[in-house]
């Protein structure tokens, strides 16, 4: 297992030996390596066995060091930055060549966001170098919104996992880029579309999946539980479920059902909070995941906000 602690020079010294580390975000965890060290990206598709074709996020510490990587900054994606950055915002920029052609995955472009946590960008400041960090999940899995999370599942592979607590937005970055001078949001995320409306107006939303995704966290089947995960309406699923006598779990934005086991609910926020819902997310899946259940019943939030964000999780753990 690894060890977890707030140690930034720990954390700071195996980074510099090209080694991994697991970082806190405000969204998830990133299992984080040295983005200009070829060798250490590579280990990261390795240790979350991530085919190559998917590639990562560059992570750095302000506006002013990311455009040490790219080559041009649209003014339209400058003025979400200078909103939104640091926070849950992953911009798509014409990257320069000293960013490895392994993190874009061989793209023009590279993903890059100013993560929002004091203690990853305390890290960020001290490192002479920007961290490539995917969500620190094996491939296709639920991402980790505690440190907990990435010790039971890439524990054994990494050295250490830099303690932040929970995350505080539990849903990944919202990635955007332009086409023809447009935004284009190409995964709904933390950052409610909303707030980019306000600033550039109307935006494309293209988070659906194709065999060619331009963002794999489209990938119709991704961040699921290994359990079978249904959607829809949770009276009349329950009804059916404990008719045919299956043992299931249930996952609901602020209800709880009297006539299933305590320990077999989870509501995201009784309060019916979607900023709370979100946070809980991950976790809840994975707990009733770990638990003795053989199905997992959800439902949809509201369509508004970041119940947006939310549904997009949750259909893409239901879709198998
Ligand atoms: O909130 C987050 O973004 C978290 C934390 C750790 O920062 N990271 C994260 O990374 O979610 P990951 O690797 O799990 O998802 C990154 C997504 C992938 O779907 C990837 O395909 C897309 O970003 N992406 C990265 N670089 C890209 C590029 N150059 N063009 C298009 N999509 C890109
Ligand atoms: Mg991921």
């Known amino acids: 297992m690894a060890q977890i602690g707030k140690d930034l020079d720990l954390a700071k010294s195996f ?29 990261i598709f390795e240790t979350k066995n991530r085919p190559s074709f998917d590639p990562l996020i560059l992570h750095t510490s302000s506006l ?22 640091p926070g849950p915002l992953t911009l798509l920029l014409p990257k320069k060549s000293i960013v490895p052609d392994l993190v874009t995955s061989g793209l023009d472009r ?12 305390e890290l960020l400041e001290n490192l002479e170098f920007p961290l490539a960090a995917p969500s620190a999940n094996p491939f296709g899995y639920i991402s980790p919104t505690r440190p907990e999370h990435v010790n039971s599942q890439l524990g054994d592979k990494i050295p250490y996992i830099l303690d932040g607590g929970p995350c505080q937005v539990g849903l ?24 980019i409306e306000k600033l550039l107006g109307e935006v494309l939303i293209k988070d659906h999946s194709s065999s060619n995704p331009s963002a794999p966290g489209q990938l119709e089947s991704h961040y699921s539980p290994r359990k079978p995960f249904v959607l829809g309406y949770l009276r009349t699923l329950i009804q059916e479920k404990t008719a045919s006598g299956v043992n299931f779990g249930v996952l609901s934005f602020s209800e709880t059902f009297s006539e299933v086991a305590k320990e077999k609910q989870i509501a995201l926020s009784p309060n019916r909070n979607l900023p709370e819902a979100a946070q809980n997310l991950f976790a809840a ?6 638990s003795p259940v053989d ?17 997009d999780r949750l259909k893409r753990a239901a879709a198998k």
């Open 110 to 121: 590279v993903a890059v966001r100013v993560p929002n946590h004091s203690l990853t960008l």
């Open 295 to 311: 199905l997992i019943l959800s439902e949809l939030m509201p369509e508004i906000g970041l119940g947006r964000a939310i549904n």
């Open 64 to 85: 002013k060091r990311a455009e040490e990587f790219v080559s041009e900054f649209p003014e339209k994606l400058k003025i979400l930055a200078e909103a939104y950055w």
């Open 15 to 43: 980074l510099e030996k090209g080694e991994l580390v697991g970082i806190p975000t405000e969204t998830v965890y990133g299992l984080a390596g040295n983005a200009l060290n070829s060798g250490a990206v590579a280990s």
């Open 172 to 195: 990944e970055s919202t990635i955007v880029g332009l086409e023809n001078g447009s935004p284009v949001v190409y995964r709904l995320g933390g950052l409610e579309v909303f707030e």
């Open 285 to 290: 899946m994975r707990k009733l995941d770990e």
